[in-house]
């Protein structure tokens, strides 16, 4: 944003909205696709669009990747439009939260003969894909960025026209086996359903969320710029409207040093000695859970347009970020051993299951700490996009001095293959970009 510009960032994402909405009552429209930054409303969008079309009388089914976002949209639709008659289909083993049952225009079942008077009915994309001999005039898909084209394939008959939305910046759909086999071919299931969406349909109009309502002032241009350099995005506030202070002064330490520059810049790099280690560092485990526990010992307070008084920051408002399931396991356990009241209650979780949770503060343990190589995976550009954008407040890195070395010692040398389109930007430089941020609030650790 440059300096002394001022817009209304409000309007502007009204009057995306406004157009997809515009485009969704065309004749003859058969999809739309929405491309979010994080916490650009892409939620606020796919519940007016739902309640929209149901007004209209049009049949409506939205469809998300997982039971956690299914849950998340039923509640947000049933809270915006208690007229509305919602319903949840599930398998037989989902177990509802309690929130849910709780609201009366909600019904869950898993067949969807017993949910005939729905005005819109929600599921994960595995539950459409049972679905038969039953279709609706529009889907709304949700994170579509995260869905893979066969899951789309497997659903399409269900629907006439779809709205797909999602953030290109997040992480590609993954795979537990091998998928080289596909690699190029136009029915590669592990692309996403946008992108082969796209290349079948050219001609389909993409919106772009212009504004990130969670990233602040201090995130959004850093993050933009590293992970969404061809659709760029704006911050919804200014550098003045958040704050993050401490009620308790801090010791001299390398750690409250690190809470301090977060604190007044929303960025820190805690740099551990440079070594190779093994993928649970132990060093760098301790470090992230202290970083928290001080969080909480030092009685931080946020303030922001949400809470211009100001709100003491509790454990449910941090979270650490981490490539691996182990290395979360190596945290937690650190948690609870720690002094820190509550402590063990701050969520500590991967990128892939981070995607989409906001938070005051996050700590993120860096996917090439420690490595001696970078391989795909710690290079893919997602991966750290996630861990990246999660916080309204302030981001802390932890990770060992190095990275950038080893990013030179080991430049892309993926094999391009036929058919498959270049992503922008890749690991390795996103990775060199947001480094070259961090270098200006480095504090090097003992």
């Known amino acids: 944003m440059t300096a002394g510009c001022r817009y209304d960032p409000a309007s502007e994402t009204d009057q995306v909205i406004a157009a997809v909405l515009a485009g969704m009552s065309k004749p003859g429209q058969r999809g739309i696709i929405v491309d979010s930054p994080p916490g650009a409303g892409k939620t606020t969008l ?6 929209e079309l149901a007004a209209s009388g049009e049949s409506c089914i939205i469809v998300a990747q997982t039971n956690n976002q299914v849950d998340d949209l039923t509640t947000r639709l049933a809270r915006q439009d208690q007229g509305l008659h919602l319903g949840r289909l599930s398998a037989t083993d989902y177990i509802p939260p309690a929130g849910l049952l709780a609201l009366p225009a909600v019904t869950v079942a898993t067949r969807i003969d017993d949910l005939g008077s729905a005005h819109v009915i929600l599921a994960t994309a595995a539950k459409w894909a049972t679905v038969k001999d039953r279709s609706w ?47 190029g071919l136009p029915y590669d299931p592990m692309q996403n359903a946008v992108t082969v969406l796209q290349a079948h349909n ?36 200014t550098p003045g409207d958040r704050h993050l202070e401490f009620a308790a002064a801090g010791i001299r330490s390398s750690a409250d040093a690190a809470l301090d520059v977060a604190a007044r810049s929303g960025w820190a790099l805690h740099e551990l000695p440079a070594r190779h280690t093994t993928r649970t560092d132990g060093e760098a485990a301790d470090a992230a859970a202290s970083l928290a526990a001080r969080l909480l010992t030092r009685r931080a307070v946020g303030t922001c347009e949400r809470h211009p008084a100001g709100r003491p920051l509790g454990p449910q408002n941090i979270a650490i970020g981490v490539a691996h399931r182990d290395q979360a396991d190596q945290i937690r356990q650190a948690l609870a051993n720690s002094p820190a009241p ?63 070395d080893i990013l030179d010692a080991h430049p892309s040398d993926e094999p391009i293959h036929l058919g498959v389109r270049a992503k922008f930007p890749d690991g390795w430089e996103a990775n060199h970009a947001l480094l070259a941020h961090l270098s200006n609030h480095r504090i090097p650790a003992p």
């Open 46 to 51: 796919v519940v007016r669009a739902a309640t």
């Open 137 to 183: 005039g529009w889907a709304i898909i949700d994170e579509a960025y995260q869905m893979r084209s066969d899951m789309l394939l497997l659903i399409a008959a269900r629907f006439d026209r779809a709205l797909l939305v999602g953030d290109p910046g997040q992480l590609d759909p993954f795979s537990i086996i091998e998928t080289p086999r596909w690699i």
């Open 202 to 237: 050219p001609d389909l109009p993409v919106h772009r969320l212009p504004v990130s309502w969670r990233l602040p002032a201090s995130a959004a241009p850093v993050v933009s710029s590293a992970f969404y350099p061809f659709s760029g995005f704006r911050p919804a506030t």
């Open 342 to 404: 509550t402590a063990e209650m701050i969520r500590v979780d991967t990128a892939n299951r981070l995607q989409g949770a906001e938070f005051d503060v996050t700590i993120v343990l860096h996917p090439l700490s420690g490595r001696s190589d970078a391989t795909a995976f710690h290079l893919e550009a997602g991966r750290l996009c996630v861990l990246a954008s999660r916080h309204r407040h302030a981001c802390i890195i932890v990770a060992r001095a190095g990275i950038a």
